[in-house]
């Protein structure tokens, strides 16, 4: 991975996005691996590429772990190269016999729990799911203290919804609806998923950067466009 991400990195590739499905990589026969770790050692050999995970289900770890494992590679990454991308993952969930009806509960939990640890502050949060009682860091605690962008995938319109509501367009965030973007918390909480856009797998360079904005499913979340050397989008 270290050659590969270095070579991207030189080559001038945006951004990167991990898969984590083990039953595909040993369906064909390959070695798979945990997404989280690959992200931190591709962070430290690389200078500008954006990596992202894309995507980790909740159902594979506790979100507290999910932020220590993002924590970890916002400090091998530094400021704006870390994007957190969270899927239900039916193929995971199939392959190791669990339920696959009730996901929207769980997901709200994961996400709320991990943004709210990264955030830094004390943190109490009770859900269906997933619980979690996190102190605060002290003032002098050498650690990133931003939240990196959330990413979800989602095909099903209920989870397509549930992005929506959970879409925190602060600066530098925004929710992509059919030829419109939208910047205030309200207009989020209006959205219906008959509304939702997926640009199926194409790079919108105009609204979203070079980063590839499809996840293989629905991305609701984005980051600013990056700009050249000479200053243009």
């Known amino acids: 991975s270290d050659v590969c991400s270095s070579d991207l990195d030189a080559a001038g590739m945006d951004t990167i996005w991990l898969a984590e499905a083990y039953p595909w990589w040993r369906k064909h026969g390959m070695e798979a691996r945990s997404s989280t770790v690959v992200s931190a050692l591709m962070a430290r050999e690389t200078e500008r590429l954006t990596i992202g995970w894309g995507i980790i289900s909740p159902f594979t770890r506790h979100p507290v772990q999910v932020a220590m494992d993002a924590r970890v590679v916002q400090e091998a990454a530094g400021p704006g190269r870390f994007l ?138 984005s980051f600013p466009p990056r700009r050249n050397q000479n200053g243009s989008k």
């Open 84 to 221: 957190l991308g969270f899927g239900t993952s039916k193929i995971f969930l199939n392959n190791i016999r669990s339920q696959t009806k009730r996901t929207l509960g769980p997901m709200r939990d994961a996400i709320t729990i991990a943004r709210g640890v990264l955030a830094g502050e004390p943190f109490e949060y009770d859900g269906d799911t997933w619980s979690a009682s996190v102190p605060g860091l002290q003032d002098g605690a050498e650690t990133p203290r931003e939240v990196p962008p959330v990413y979800i995938g989602a095909t099903a319109p209920k989870m397509q919804a549930l992005a929506a509501e959970l879409a925190e367009p602060r600066a530098g965030e925004v929710v992509e609806l059919k030829g419109r973007l939208l910047e205030k918390r309200d207009e989020v909480r209006d959205v219906r998923p008959e509304h939702l856009h997926c640009p199926g797998g194409a790079v919108n360079t105009e609204e979203r950067g070079t980063g590839i904005s499809n996840l293989g499913s629905q991305l609701l979340s």
